[in-house]
């Protein structure tokens, strides 16, 4: 993937110096909030983005230190000021009570021009974690799904910087048909076990970039969904987690495709997958095309480079049916590092629609760095460059 010189200097300019342009600063102690982790702050940080909203000037709105208790809020676009920047000194903490946010914890609606930079979001998820789980006494009540912590829907140009995200009851951070984003130097952290926490969700989205993050979570580090085109991964640690996964693709009939996705000087640390593409075992039109996974090192993951569509959770919907998600043109290119389990490559692709155009070249995985690694190949296509260990089966 190319972006155009004027595109990386007006982003490294942008992300170098965020409040530069900033002529009104809002202070959200100044509308009423009040950092002590207690009172109810929503409100003023409610009036605080009016304020900057309705502004003619580029805003800045910025949030000392302290703990700011904030339940759910939508905060919408249609904003009359070209650029609002959310300075965050402090951090954000939700309820305790995990009923209280609905779907979404801090959500922007149709915005443009907003940067969040710096701070720390604590969205106290480990109470719902334990409802969700298996053996938790609460396990006979419903559960709710739980709020993602961040997202930007219907929106473009927009920077998140610095930010530490913790203890999501769902998805940390969510991008959602969106143009021109920029994520970089993000922490999420959540246990190994948490359910659906997501640490990056990309779908119906294009030129997304990715930089400098580390994401600690329950599920995927980073998961790419339909309508993903023009995405950037680089520099980011996983683990746990379940890999940078695209997909699952497929549960719906007509579904956009996936393409052009670049992740490249990626680190995974005992993770549960590291470069995997999914799909449901059912007919769709969805595809994945042009991936490029470059650079990455594996440290005892379980799949280090996985292809899966013959996803069928609980076998319902999807049994004796094949995925009609076509996979092309998709290259793995200086791969090392430890595999966690004897199969370090596995392409289990549909019976109906092949994967075309697998690359493997200057691949370099061991098993528990002793013995033997194995390969598994099923309807793939492709062809191999340079060392490839385990020996290839395309």
Known sequence: MKFSILYILVLFVSLS????????????????????????????????????????????????????LLGSMILNGGCKSPGITIMIDGTLVAPVDYHALGSYWLSFLGVSGVSIIGGA????????????????????NPCPDGATSLSFTNSNNITIKGLMSLNSQLYHIVINSCQNVAVEGVTTIAAGDSPNTDGIHVQLSSYVQITNCIIKTGDD????????????????ICGPGHGISIGSLGKDLKERGVKNVTAKQTIFVGSQNGLRIKSWARPSSGFVQGIRFLGAIMKDVQNPI????????HNISCPEQASGVRISDVLYQGIRGTSATPVAIKFDCS????????????????YLQTEMTQSFCANAVGKVLGLIRPNSCL
């Open 306 to 313: 996985l292809i899966d569509q013959n996803y069928c959770p």
């Open 351 to 366: 019976v109906k629609n092949p994967c075309m155009g697998i690359r493997l070249q200057n691949v370099d995985l061991a």
């Open 121 to 140: 979001l604590d969205a106290k998820g480990s109470a719902l974690w334990a409802c969700k789980a298996p053996a938790s006494m609460e396990s006979h």
């Open 17 to 68: 110096n965020p409040s530069s342009a900033s002529d009104t600063t809002f202070n959200v102690l100044s509308f009423g909030a009040i950092g002590n982790g207690v009172t109810n702050s929503t409100q003023a940080f409610l009036d605080a983005w009016s304020a900057a909203c309705g502004s003619a000037s580029s805003t800045l709105i910025y949030v000392p230190k302290g703990r700011y």
């Open 221 to 236: 580090c980073i998961s790419i969904g339909p309508g993903t085109e023009n995405l950037w991964i680089e520099h980011v």
